[in-house]
């Protein structure tokens, strides 16, 4: 009576994420009979019921999803009713569109762990024990759909008992692709530097028990290698910042829960929930007075950097050690994760042993790294529980699109139809061996996706390796992106906006059409084009990118613009470690206009305040000086410096002499830092909200994007937003990072835009 039939299609995350099993018990709770599979659209579901059944059935599937599952779309249309008596799940199909999207690897679930530390259990201290809701999915994929002959899983047959629970539709482990126990499963071993297995009952403990003496492991996990020590040893990780040549940048710390967690760091329950999360990101929090941690992991900087354990072997080694770890990707200073066993050469000089594995690593994809600010996650590193999941477009774009990124944190973006995928954290482009896996990780995207992109957006910079890149890829559309016209666009899209916007692009560096080097913007953007309203008095860089090292070049400049050339040189504590020889030639080349090119970065105001504020010359790693400023500011100090919004120019120049020539003055009369950031921190805000309110009140009340790598700093993104008030729609990026990371989203779109106009045009 009443049976009817309907086709059920479901668009987003719904591969290896427990879904199919998922259907097929609410089908069985409702006696709703058919089949599901999946294809590489996604998953489609053949549903036979009585009409009440059938709506039943959608709003279930719409309101419980497994935890790890996101609809994007689920659509369904009528089909011929048929007279079957059972749910099944049948075989994946091929099938010529292919838009599925592999998930993201997972974090290992409550119920896997509790199995690998119960002596009962068959997976008792099992490393690779995963399930429907947990366990490796993108990094393993060779190929979509996402089954296990498709990863690297393939070569482990499934034992009997295995391949039970991956029959039986009541088993957690119900298609679960990489299920695997220690009779069937990858196993570990431990190397020593030249290449010998060591001995050992157990990897695991003999590692642990190496790591509590002081030694540096290699230990290889998800996405690649990590260099693991103890985080409580000062000795231990010393050596690590030796071998790894990094000076300063914090290193991750990872611990098995969320107590140990709390005592590393004053986490806020937003926090909390982030370090939990399936995604397990690296947390930066603000560390705890006694966290215990070694002050090396970050030294001088009141963050750190926290993860939870998401691997059954990160479990099994935290609870051998007993103590946090370092966890830090394995590769010198600039390079890229290693991941290929390959690699281990190269890790030779590095570690002291290798706890590596048979499950080959197939997509490198580095850690994810969040903050929160304004109190919401912001990514900050967009990687490994976020790629490859997509986003979705409020305006899809009209032909296929690879956007290339920018030089530094690249990562690039996929656009087909409405939805854009970004790429894992590629890292910075100058290194050769980046270039060959940055090639390799867009191939392999795009066969997963099954997009042909048919455009090709890049960066204006003509000496980014991703241009050169761009300009190497066969297809002849090409379109060439300003720099923070993409961040703006990234934002936009982020947001489902489709403009115009006001975006405020600050960040360190990108290249402008008039060949000075931007980063103090505030446009009209529309994906099409846009306007530059309102930009920040440039600085000249002596000596070019030496500058952005050698901040105290930088400074120099700043505060004999500001000063006039008569700028109290001897009283600044920061010049009296220069010699007056050096100090002479940076101004000859700044008044001679010889190799000083002209920067606008808001980035580069930092680096020179604080250079001035802290005493630093030199910043270790990029953005160093910038971030200590950013640390040190008093958040109780409301005092602000003058600044000047010149309207006569076009664009508009925010002038902050005035702002300079305060807070020197303030240096040279013994303020405290803390308070001399605080101040200029405030006057940024002040001054980025008076361009905004300047802009909205001639072009009326558009909505506002704040976007570039300086919005990563609270202080400023928080600020901006609190003095705009709730009468303006300003929007912080979140999912996708607003720094170069998240860059190649804008690109994807812009191009889009440019090229759909030249099509369109007769004759263009
Ligand atoms: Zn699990
Ligand atoms: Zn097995
Ligand atoms: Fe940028």
Known sequence: MGLQGRRIEVLGTVQGVGFRPWIYRIAQTLGVHGQVHNDTCGVTIEAFGSQETLDRFLQLIEATPPP??????????????????????????ASTSRQSSI?????????CVAEIFDPEDRRYRYPFTNCTNCGPRFTIALDVPYDRPATSMARFPMCEACQREYEDPGNRRFHAQPNACPRCGPRLRVLDPSGDTVEALDAVRWAAEVLVKGALVAVKGLGGFHLACDATSREAVAALRLRKRRDAKPFAVMVRTLAQAQRLAELTPAECDLLQSVERPIVLARRAADSGLADEVAPQNPLVGVMLAYTPLHHLLLADAGRPLVMTSANLSDEPIAFRDTDLVRLREMA????????????RCDDSVVRIIGGAPALLRRSRGYVPRSVGLARGVARPVLACGAQLKNAFCLASGDLAVLGPHVGDLDDPEVLVSYGEAIERMERFLGVRPEVIAHDLHPDYVSTAYALARP????????????HVASAMAEHGLTGPVVGVAFDGTG???????????????????????????????????????????????LVDDAFEGKAPLDDIPLFQ??????????????????NAPRAHGAGRYFDA????????????????????????????ETKAYGYHLDRTTEPWCLDLRAMVREAVADVIAGVPAARISAAFHNTLVQ???????????????LPVVLTGGCFQNPRLAEGVCAALGPDVDVRLQRLVPAGDGGIALGQALVADAVSRATTEEPGG
């Not at 998930?103 to 119920?111: I, R, S, V």
């Not at 306007?531 to 440039?538: G, I, K, V, W």
């Not at 470690?577 to 010889?594: A, K, N, P, Y």
Request: with cysteine; hydrophobic share 45%.
């Open 68 to 93: 790890a599952a996101s609809i994007r779309r689920m659509s369904w249309t009528p089909i011929p009713a048929q007279d079957v008596r059972a749910f099944r799940i049948t075989a994946s199909q």
């Open 103 to 111: 998930p993201p690897d997972l974090g290992t679930c409550m119920d």
């Open 352 to 363: 002291d042993f290798f706890l590596i594995h048979d499950r080959e690593i197939v997509t």
């Open 475 to 486: 297809e002849r559309t090409r379109v060439a992106v300003q720099h923070h016209h993409a």
């Open 511 to 557: 290249y402008g059409p008039d060949g000075s080097a931007w980063g103090g913007e505030v446009l009209v953007a529309t994906f099409k084009d846009f306007e530059r309203l309102a930009t920040l008095r440039p600085i000249r860089l002596a000596g070019g990118d030496r500058a952005i090292r050698q901040v105290w070049r930088t400074a120099l400049a």
């Open 577 to 594: 470690g220069i010699t007056q020889q050096r100090l002479e030639v940076v101004r000859r080349m700044v008044s001679g206009d010889f």
């Open 609 to 636: 305040l604080g250079a001035l504020g802290l005493g630093l010359q030199e910043a270790r790693y990029e953005g160093e000086v910038a971030l200590a400023w950013n640390l040190v500011a008093d958040p109780g």
């Open 687 to 701: 001054a980025t909200a008076a361009m905004v309110r300047a802009v909205l009140a001639i072009r009326g009340p």
